[in-house]
């Protein structure tokens, strides 16, 4: 459908691509990778005809339309959210406007004839075009795409001027989507989008008719939705058919024969470079020597990227909290006539791991503030456990570091004197190397003050992490280290993230907040969504009415007996049992994810060492094939083992279920 072809990309000296030949078909959904910097926002401008190539050429058809989504600076205004989104079908507008034209027109008995029947032609081959064009579903589309990303009715008459930076680009989106596009370009399409509208926007696209090229930062999104990765780096693009996970570890085991490649070939360079500095000046070695020197100049030098170092943090030690570490009664908290938050009620207790969830502008940053002591509540109590050591890390949190401090000072001001040495590696493993650490934090990009921000946090000790939109603006390396310092975390934390991945791997409670509740969900996300989706499906069923001609022939039932009075510490007891329960279920159900979470990753290193030894020529060295064939063997025992685990726990996890409801 298009293709790359030679295709030459240069800014100054710096090279982005390099005689590049690359394919897309019709209906391939491809997620665009490589280090930040290597060009791909530069390649997807190309493909969109805003860059030009400086040699080479990008070859399209001709009835092909292309539709492209950047980062941000998209802005609307003049019209209502529904008028501008409905102006991506504008042709259909204007055949609907034409056809009511006609129809006035025709009902004019003063029209001749002639004219008439060549109108009533028109009106019909209109008609048929604008039914094959699906335009009586017009309003359907529009409301369907915009409710999908996040717009509430009340918005689609707002005026679009109105709308924030996000809502405007939101808007973009579904105007792109409604064009419906035959290769659709997204730059980091979930920016601005809350987890509903990426669950939303995941399942649109998988469905798309036409190819996807996309950029994201976002690892589940990439998962759900791309079939293909194209890894641009080195100048070059390299495919890998497969989702992002598994292109993670085929990438890895590709730079791995590549490093050992040029391993081999450096040595080979460097006997042949020492044979020439020794023999250079001899007479009788001449020809040897020329001979060298011309065999050099035709090799080939193997180019690997530079090998990222993955670090392994964890956050400084602090005081153990109390057990219960804060706690919300009857938290109410309005804007003006708007109520945020009426009658909230919530227990932290030591240990937990909370995501809050909701439509963006449903008031989850807000509770934050809340939690965090921000902000007082309007009425009701906000009541800190003992020992609370806490950290909150807000959205806005990267304006608040000091202008005037390098970036080394910035972690170094705030950090105990045991974590001073650990500094320069947390600075690498958020994008921060070599004489960027010397540069004032008032001349960083907002991207790169947030990251500083992030790794601030991770240098400072506390047992209670409030983190608000922590990974804005983060690469998928800087969220890993991120991800795997809060993993190991032994605090308390409650945060916000539209980042699906990340709050799948964190989260074992889910706080859902919207309507001015907040309501808690003991699991993890996806058994919180399992929970939505159920009970969306089975509604409640009402009682059958009795009909009116026999409900005297029906006998009136007996009261129930008065129940004997409860004494306060029975219902004390009964509610601490409960409490136990609950506990005890949760404990149960995060160590059967955890179990689940190996088994996956054991059965994926069996699918790589499989198609190993699928490969043909796999056993023309057999000292060679041994060893992946014993690991094979080890895999396949250690799952057989882990499932007879996980099979013993999930009967357990049923028995406490049942225990809990009885």
Known sequence: ???????????????????????????DRVGLCGPNGAGKTTLLKMLAGFEEADGGEVIRPTALTVGYLPQDGLSYSGRTGVAEASDALRPLLEMKAEMHDLEHRLADASVPAGEHDALLDRYSTLQERFRMGDGYAIDLKVATILRGLGFSPADFDTEAGHLSGGWQMRLALAKLLLQSPGLLLLDEPTNHLDLEARNWLEEYLSRYPHAVILVSHDRYFLDAVVSRIADLSLRTITDYHCNYSHYLVQRDERLARLREAKKRQDEEIGRVQEFIDRFRYQATKAAQVQSRIKMLEKVERIEVPPERKRIHFQFPAAAKSGRSVLELDHVHKAYGPKRVLDDVTLLIERGDRVALVGPNGAGKSTLMRLLAGVEAPDRGTRVE?????????????????????????????????????????????????GDDVHKKAGVLSGGERTRLAVARMLLRPSNLLVLDEPTNHLDLDSKDVLLDALVDYGGTLLFVSHDRYFVERLATKIVEVGGGQARTYPGTYAEFLWSQANSAQAPAKAAPPVPAARATAVPAAPEPPAAAPVSYEHRKRDAAERKKRER?????????????????????????VEAAIAAPGFYDRPADATPTLDRHQTLMWEVGDLLGQWEMLQAEVEEKKAALES
Do not use: C
């Open 385 to 433: 456990g003992h020992q609370i050591v806490m950290q909150y890390f807000a959205q806005d949190e990267a304006t608040t570091l000091d202008p005037a401090l390098t970036v080394y000072d910035t972690l170094a001001a705030g950090s105990p004197m045991h974590m001073v040495p650990a500094i320069r590696n947390v600075l690498g493993g958020f994008l921060f190397s």
């Open 1 to 27: 459908m298009i293709q790359l072809s030679s295709l030459t990309k240069r800014f100054g000296e710096r090279v982005l691509l390099d005689a590049v030949t690359w394919h897309v078909g019709d209906h």
């Open 584 to 608: 005890a279920l949760q404990a149960a159900a995060t160590r059967l994810a955890e179990l689940e979470a190996r088994i996956a990753e054991r059965e994926t290193e069996i699918k790589t």
